[in-house]
C-alpha cells in the first residue's frame, strides 16, 4: 500500500527565519511527486512536480528537492503570506493519476 | 482561462439521502479526479476518469460513484448517507500526461450530513 508520511504536522516561523518540510514516501512506481498548498476554505494549488531523485525546483522562496525516499520543501526567509498548509502527494498512476497524499504540514510566518 | 469549477459550494444533507456533486474542469482537460478531504485522514483518492472511462479507483465502498460526460464534465455521486461522509470533495483536472504532469483543483464542494 502506497504511504505518505509528512513532518512536522504544524510549524511557526518567524518572519525571515528559514526551514524545511519533509515528505517521506513509499510508493510501488513513483510516477511524480507533487507540493500544493492549500489555504483555507480552498482547493490545493499546484507548486511542483518532481521525478528523479536529485532533481530540484525553484519558485520564489520555495525550493523542492527529492531522494529515493523523502522530498523537502525549503522555505528561505519566509513571510506571512506563505503561512498556508502545504501537501505532498506521490503519484503511482501507470500513465494515469492516482495520488496518495500526506496529511500536511500547516505553516505559520509570524510578522 | 477558466479553472476548475465544482458546483454546489455547500449542501447540507440528512442520513440516507442520495447527493449528485459536479465538476466542469478546465477546458481541454480530459482527467478529471475526485478526492475527499477530512480533518483526521486528509486527501484520499476516490476515482479518476479519462474519456467517459474510470482509469482508477481508491478504496472506497460502492455508495460512491461517479461518470464522465464527453465535454469531460464529471459527477459524483454518494448513496445512502452516513454521518462520516461529511467532507470536502474536490475535483482536479489534468492536461495529458505527455504535456505536463499536473492536477490543478476546484474549489470543492462542502457536504454536511446531518
Known amino acids: 500500500e502506497d504511504q505518505v508520511t509528512q513532518s512536522p504536522e504544524a510549524l511557526r516561523l518567524q518572519e525571515g527565519e528559514s526551514s524545511s518540510l519533509n515528505c517521506s514516501y513509499t510508493?510501488?512506481?513513483?510516477?511524480?511527486l507533487f507540493w500544493y498548498r492549500q489555504d483555507p476554505g480552498k482547493g490545493p494549488e499546484f507548486l511542483f512536480t518532481?521525478?528523479?531523485a536529485g532533481e530540484e525546483k525553484e519558485k520564489e522562496r520555495l525550493k523542492a528537492t527529492l531522494t529515493k525516499k523523502e522530498s523537502f520543501l525549503h522555505i528561505t526567509a519566509p513571510k506571512p503570506e506563505d503561512s498556508a498548509t502545504y501537501l505532498c502527494?506521490?503519484?503511482?498512476?501507470?500513465?494515469?493519476?492516482?495520488?496518495?497524499f500526506g496529511k500536511g504540514t500547516k505553516l505559520s510566518v509570524i510578522p | 482561462k477558466a479553472g476548475v469549477t465544482q458546483t454546489p459550494r455547500y449542501l447540507i444533507k440528512t442520513r440516507g439521502q442520495q447527493v449528485t456533486l459536479s465538476c466542469s474542469p478546465i477546458?481541454?482537460?480530459?482527467?478529471v479526479s475526485w478526492y475527499q478531504q477530512t480533518p483526521g485522514q486528509g486527501l484520499q483518492f476516490l476515482f479518476e476518469?479519462?474519456?467517459?472511462?474510470?482509469?482508477n479507483k481508491g478504496n472506497f465502498p460502492g455508495r460512491f460513484s461517479g461518470r464522465q460526460f464527453s465535454n469531460s464534465r464529471s459527477e459524483m455521486n454518494v448513496s445512502t448517507l452516513e454521518l462520516g461522509d461529511s467532507a470536502l470533495y474536490l475535483c482536479?483536472?489534468?492536461?495529458?500526461?505527455?504535456?505536463?504532469?499536473?492536477?490543478?483543483f476546484g474549489a470543492g464542494t462542502r457536504l454536511s450530513v446531518l
Open positions: 518532481l521525478y528523479s
Open positions: 502527494a506521490a503519484n503511482s498512476g501507470a500513465g494515469s493519476y492516482q495520488l496518495t
Open positions: 476518469y479519462f474519456s467517459e472511462t474510470q482509469r
Open positions: 510508493v510501488s512506481g513513483l510516477r511524480g
Open positions: 477546458s481541454g482537460h480530459r482527467s
Open positions: 482536479a483536472s489534468s492536461p495529458p500526461l505527455e504535456k505536463k504532469n499536473i492536477q490543478y
